[in-house]
């Protein structure tokens, strides 16, 4: 009688329950199965989460899910967990000296925001990319993303220097009572050094892309021609000057004859959207104002003599975050703010953490360099992957790109460390996939 009621013995509540299960776990083994979509996603949103602003916490959500799934996977992959290579302590150091900061203003959303952008989002970023991006189905989708957010980010300056801010998303990047610099193109950063950092950065991935032709043709010509008129409309002559100096190097050094004429390009078409800019709008004659403009210059040398001082009295531990914006708003009398910043990374981690914080920054960064100098070992399909020789070669100007900048403005946007931690990642992912093909080759 049984088996007449219940044909092949099948059991009506334990199928409800397995159907059950099997919904509730299908999207988490998606997300197990193409980590990289997710890591992705995060940086996407946290690229419209600018620092200092109450804003949605929607990145801080799924940067949590992202770091549950990537444990998962390697739970299920049973994947050792290896630190990436002794630049772990200095970053391990800094962070815990920026932990017991914040632990001084407990109750201030702001400072906990900061703390997450300046050192949590690259140090994890950094040790979890190297277990997501680990093939080149991987390193092709960040490949893409970076392509994206390049051709978003140069559209929306191209928009906001042509006036034409309807086309502009979101909205809050338009709202002048948010951010800084609300007369220059300063993206969903609401800074306009931050804004031209990252289409540096993003603007040397391209050309890369564009070496291994990736990018070619109509589309990218025209990724050339936007990325120089989105720098352009920054209106911020660091972002000019790294700008400039990143497109020299390579234009006269890059052993790419490709690179060098993309570069060639980048020159022409820099050229003409300027002349083309003055000519067209007499607005934009606001374009050599600031080449003459002298009040942030002073006011920035005001911060920097505060901060001298503030460091030649305590060098070896530093004031802390609480008491060195107090000690900095009493030492600037001839300005009036709110608040006041170093607009210098090198400065307030000097000022803030003394000393030692500042040789475990340099520890990083001189780790940082390291990470470029193992080679493909032989076979390797040169030419082929994201990551290839070349790539290598280029990632000393990703750095100094981001350190120059660093020296007019504080890097406390989440998007631009995470990026940029993030491809230091992927090198230390394929170094230990070059020590398993080469044993010889160099550990990190």
Known sequence: ???????????????????????????????????????????????????????????????????????????????????????????????????????????????????????????????????????????????????????????????????????????????????????????????????????????????????????????????????????????????????????LVLLFFSPSRRLRRACLCLVLAGGIGLAAVVTLADRNTSLGDRLQEQGPVIFRMAIYQAGWEMFLKKPLTGWGAADMQTELSKRISDFHQEQFFFHNTYLEIVVQYGLVGLLFYLWIVVDLFKLGRSRNPAGFPAGSSFLDQEFRSLWPLLLGVYLLNGSFVVMNYQFVNGFLFTVAGLLVAQNRRNEAIEPSALKY
């Open 1 to 247: 009688m049984s088996s007449v009621a219940h044909p092949a013995g099948r059991i009506p509540g334990r199928d409800a329950l397995a159907w059950a299960i099997y919904g509730a776990l299908r999207p988490w083994h998606a997300l197990i199965v193409a980590p990289s979509l997710l890591f992705l996603a995060t940086l996407a949103l946290m690229l419209f989460h600018p620092p200092d602003f109450n804003f949605h916490s929607v990145d801080r959500v799924a940067f949590g899910l992202l770091i549950l799934v990537v444990l998962l996977r390697m739970c299920v992959l049973q994947q050792p967990l290896r630190c990436g290579g002794t630049i772990l302590w200095p970053m391990l150091a800094l962070l815990v000296l920026a932990f017991c900061g914040a632990l001084a203003q407990p109750n201030d959303a702001e400072t906990w925001s900061l703390f997450a952008a300046k050192w949590l989002v690259p140090f994890t970023l950094y040790h979890l990319a190297v277990y997501v991006f680990n093939d080149e189905r991987s390193l092709h989708r960040f490949e893409t993303f970076s392509l994206i957010v390049l051709a978003y980010l140069s559209l929306t300056a191209i928009f906001f220097m042509f006036d034409a801010k309807q086309f502009i998303f979101p909205r809050y990047i338009l709202d002048e009572s948010l951010g800084y610099h609300a007369d220059r193109a300063r993206g969903p950063f609401l800074q306009a050094v931050a804004n031209g950092v990252t289409l540096n950065l993003l603007g040397i991935v391209a050309l890369n892309s564009f070496r291994r032709r990736r990018l070619r043709g109509i589309v990218g010509i025209l990724f050339l021609a936007a990325l120089s008129l989105a720098i352009l409309a920054t209106k911020t002559r660091a972002v000019w000057l790294s700008f400039a100096l990143s497109v």
